[in-house]
């Protein structure tokens, strides 16, 4: 009962990923909101904070790795 339960809710929230995806699309190529985004001069472009975090931890890493020796 445990395993049909786990599916429904998979596939309950593939369906949202779906829903908000296809609000996405439509919201993107709506003129007026393309509008604002020139007039905002907003970037499409996206970068996780999360990545540049690990990054810079990594790097933490590695340079006091080399101040050990």
């Known amino acids: 009962m445990q395993n049909t ?3 429904v809710q998979a596939y309950t929230h593939t369906h949202k ?4 995806e296809q ?7 709506d003129p ?3 509008q604002w985004m020139r ?18 931890r990594l790097m933490k890493q590695y340079t006091h790795r080399i101040g050990e020796e």
């Open 23 to 29: 609000q996405r699309i439509k919201t993107m190529s």
């Open 17 to 20: 990923i779906e829903q908000l």
């Open 5 to 7: 339960h786990i599916v």
């Open 32 to 34: 007026k909101f393309q």
């Open 39 to 56: 007039d905002m001069r907003v970037s499409q472009l996206y970068t996780s904070r999360e990545l540049i975090h690990n990054a810079n």
